[in-house]
C-alpha cells in the first residue's frame, strides 16, 4: 500500500531547531512533488514548504522563508523539513504530502501521513 509516515517531531526551545523526515512505502517520492503542511486545533491545514519533482525547485510560505528548508535523499526514498529558529506559532502538527504536480493547496495532494506533532514552547 502507499504510504507516508512522518517522524522527527517533539518538544524544543524558542530558537531551537527540529528535522522532520518523511519516508514513503509502495512508490518513490522523487517521481512526485512532496509538500509539507501544518495544522492547529480550530485552524485550515496550511502549506509550508513544498519540493518538485522535476528539476528539485523548492517553495516556501512566507512564513518560514530563511528558517526552514526542504531537501530529498532519493537514495533514502525520504523528504526532510529542516526547521530552524522556531517559534512558538510553528507549533502544530506537521504532516508531508505526495502530489503529481507542484500545488499549494491541500485539496491537490493525494497521499498524505499521520502527522508528527511539533511544539515550540519555553
Known amino acids: 500500500q502507499v504510504q507516508l509516515v512522518e517522524s522527527g517531531g517533539g518538544l524544543v526551545q524558542p530558537g531551537g531547531s527540529l528535522r522532520l523526515s518523511c519516508a514513503a512505502s509502495?512508490?518513490?517520492?522523487?517521481?512526485?512533488?512532496i509538500g509539507w503542511f501544518r495544522q492547529v486545533p480550530g485552524k485550515e491545514r496550511e502549506g509550508v514548504a513544498c519540493?518538485?519533482?522535476?528539476?528539485?525547485?523548492?517553495y516556501y510560505d512566507d512564513s518560514v522563508k530563511g528558517r526552514f528548508a526542504i531537501s530529498r535523499d532519493n537514495a533514502k526514498n525520504t523528504v526532510s523539513l529542516q526547521m530552524n529558529n522556531l517559534k512558538p506559532e510553528d507549533t502544530a502538527v506537521y504532516y508531508c504530502?505526495?502530489?503529481?504536480?507542484?500545488?499549494?493547496?491541500?485539496?491537490?495532494?493525494?497521499?498524505w501521513g499521520q502527522g508528527t506533532q511539533v511544539t515550540v514552547s519555553s
Open positions: 504530502a505526495a502530489s503529481r504536480v507542484v500545488a499549494r493547496s491541500p485539496d491537490q495532494y493525494g497521499y
Open positions: 509502495g512508490f518513490t517520492l522523487d517521481d512526485y512533488a
Open positions: 519540493i518538485s519533482s522535476s528539476d528539485g525547485s523548492t
